[in-house]
């Protein structure tokens, strides 16, 4: 069923508070200093950060009562993060998503990269930008905005990709948004398709199901796959099938249609109508808690992934507290796949060109 009315009763949280920033030492990896940042609008938004991966690690908000709670999936240890490959508020590169068979051609050359989701590369590899420490470059604090800058500067050849690529990452924060930055240039031509890969459950408890979110997705079109994840020959209507958000729709309402069976839920891509962070793309909330995410975006498309994790009797020691449901990821980015399929938006990019990609989530209260 598509609920049309709810949007009416949800408002934007108050401003006027100043940011805070603390900052503390996780421990060391590949003799650098794993740190983590708090950003902190009393009683409004407190995110933390690190530098492994540029990594949200919490993010806490309001809920109707004005109760704080964190609302992304996450771990207190670093080797959890190390060990684990949901990529938990990962800032995910050089190209998120799958690449089929891992191989791609640029300028008539054959890149071969590792496969780690067979038989594909997903997300650069299983040595990708969320494995790496990234180096802090830029920390502000102004009486409405905080903001943090990391860098990754990635060698020619890393994970298979050509091309020295350097890509700084913005975070900036307010009481009621977090708006990303992503900026990259190379050395050799190559392919770029950085996103971040938060797991949002707005009820602030991490071990419930998501099932009863409310999400709306401004797409009429998504892209059909593969067993393997890779899209098929094109863009498919939404309409009369389980992929239509075109209106708030519960995402247990069709999770389990047959469409879905293969994947245990939704992880596909959506074809945004109108790319522009100018333009709500997105809105999830949880009517229990009473919160709500809108995001905006330069990218073409939205990989909805709804955490189809294994079930809990297939999980073992590692597989932590994390049940199937338990926070789904809204991927901004380019299409998978890009890379071999010339009717898609381009992911290259050439030395002497800056990539620029964005995206805002704004957080809202009933
Ligand atoms: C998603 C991807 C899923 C899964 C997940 C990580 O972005 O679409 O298939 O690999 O990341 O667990």
């Known amino acids: 069923m598509i609920v049309r009315s709810e949007i009416v009763f949800w408002q934007l949280m108050e401003t006027g508070k100043k940011p805070e920033i603390s900052e503390s030492t996780l421990v060391r990896h590949k003799e650098q200093e794993v740190k983590k940042w708090t950003v902190r609008f009393e009683g409004r938004l407190e995110a933390t950060l690190m530098n492994y991966g540029a990594t949200l690690m919490e993010l806490h908000l309001p809920d ?6 964190n609302v992304v999936l996450g771990y207190d240890h670093l080797h959890d993060y190390q060990e ?6 990962a800032t995910v590169g050089r190209y998120a998503n799958r690449i ?3 191989k791609f051609t640029l300028n008539g050359h054959t890149c071969s990269l590792p ?3 067979s038989p594909n590369t997903l997300h650069g590899g299983p040595d990708g930008f969320d494995k790496q420490v990234w180096h802090l470059d830029d920390i502000q604090t102004s009486d409405t905005e905080a903001s943090l800058c990391f860098t990754y500067t990635s060698p020619d050849g ?6 020295r690529l350097t890509l700084n990452v913005t975070y900036v924060f307010t009481p009621d948004s977090m708006h990303i930055r992503y900026e990259a240039t190379t050395d050799k031509a190559t392919v770029i398709n950085p996103t971040h890969h938060s797991y949002f459950n707005l009820s602030g408890k991490p071990g419930s ?3 009863d979110h409310v999400l709306m997705l401004n797409a009429f079109g998504y892209l059909p796959i593969d067993p393997t994840g890779i899209p098929l020959s094109g863009v498919s209507e939404v309409r009369g099938t389980p992929f239509d958000f075109t209106g708030p729709k519960r995402i247990g309402e069709d999770i389990g249609h047959k469409d879905l069976q293969r994947t245990n839920g939704y992880d596909h891509c959506w074809v945004l109508d109108e790319p522009t962070i100018d333009k709500v793309c997105a809105r999830l909330s949880d009517p229990a808690s009473g919160r709500m995410v809108e995001i905006y975006t330069s990218e073409p498309g939205i990989q909805f992934f709804s955490g189809n994790f294994p079930p809990p009797e297939e999980l073992n020691e590692g597989g932590r507290h994390y049940i199937r449901y338990s926070g789904l990821a ?4 380019h299409f998978p796949d890009s890379p071999n399929r010339p009717n898609f938006p381009s992911t290259i990019l050439s030395p002497g060109e800056v990539f620029h990609s964005q995206t805002l989530y704004r957080f809202l209260i009933r």
């Open 64 to 69: 109707a009562d004005g109760k704080l709670a």
């Open 84 to 89: 684990d490959d949901r990529y938990f508020g």
């Open 100 to 102: 089929a068979n891992g």
């Open 115 to 117: 496969i780690n989701n």
């Open 158 to 163: 890393e994970q298979g990709f050509p091309g």
């Open 209 to 211: 199901s998501i099932t």
């Open 330 to 333: 809204l991927e901004t980015q």
